[in-house]
């Protein structure tokens, strides 16, 4: 099965650019999506199949792969980006989804 | 407006079990998927399983299985997830989340505000 691997934690002072990591030996070949959690709300699709954005979610968030990895970035970040990202694969094998194990974006 | 609601806060004791709906409304219930994913306090996310909401088909998660029932109700557009031998550990937030492909395998792209569930003696 597949183990996505995220950064616990990345910091970033408002304005700049925030990249979070999922790395996976097969990612190449996968979907990748991305989920924003705020404290005490329900996860919120942000990126999926690796780059397109759901309506409504601002244009300063992108996601890209390369090689093992795939990146969410977020530019010109805000206060209210702060938030628990998680990145998420589908398992064809097993039909589930696979989560990383999330990543806490602070911002300082 | 697409949406899924969830049931209220649960508790109950160790070996009791839980049994939580998701109505879901603004589209085609029969049409998409729904998993059930919980995330217990302060950790990540965690697959529990998905339903079918045509055809009732299951797929849960090797850890879940023998205790776990996803079922659902065409009628009111509604899924439920019950959870039986309730122990401490599974004291978390679980929430529904509809799979935006007709066929399973896409991304959870609608999910339910969750439901508080605790165990406690």
């Known amino acids: 099965s597949y183990v996505l691997t995220q950064p616990p934690s990345v910091s970033v002072a408002p304005g700049k650019t925030a990249r979070i990591t999922c790395g996976e030996s097969?990612?190449?070949?996968?979907?990748v999506h991305w989920y924003q959690q705020k404290p005490g709300q329900a996860p919120v699709l942000v990126i999926y199949?690796?780059?397109d954005r759901p309506s409504g979610i601002p244009e300063r968030f992108s996601g890209s792969k390369s090689g093992n990895t795939a990146t969410l970035s977020i530019i010109r970040v805000e206060a209210g980006d702060e938030a628990d990202y998680y990145c998420q694969v589908w398992d064809s094998r097993s039909e589930n989804p696979v989560f990383g194990g999330g990543t806490k974006l602070t911002v300082l | 407006q697409v949406q899924v609601v969830q049931s209220g806060a649960e508790v109950k004791k160790p070996g009791a079990s839980v049994k939580v709906s998701c109505k879901a409304s603004g589209y085609s219930f029969t049409g998409y998927y729904m998993h059930w994913v919980r995330q217990a306090p302060g950790q990540g996310l965690e697959w529990m399983g998905w339903i079918n909401p045509n055809s009732g088909d299951t797929n849960y998660a090797k850890k879940f299985q023998g205790r776990v029932t996803m079922t659902r109700d065409p009628s009111i557009s509604t899924t439920y997830m019950e959870l039986s031998r309730l122990r401490s550990d599974d004291t978390a937030v679980y929430y529904c989340?509809?799979?935006?492909?007709?066929?399973?395998?896409?991304?959870?792209?609608?999910w339910g505000q969750g439901t508080m569930v605790t165990v406690t003696s």
């Open positions: 097969n990612i190449g070949s996968k979907s």
């Open positions: 199949y690796d780059s």
């Open positions: 989340a509809r799979d935006a492909s007709h066929v399973v395998g896409a991304t959870l792209d609608i």
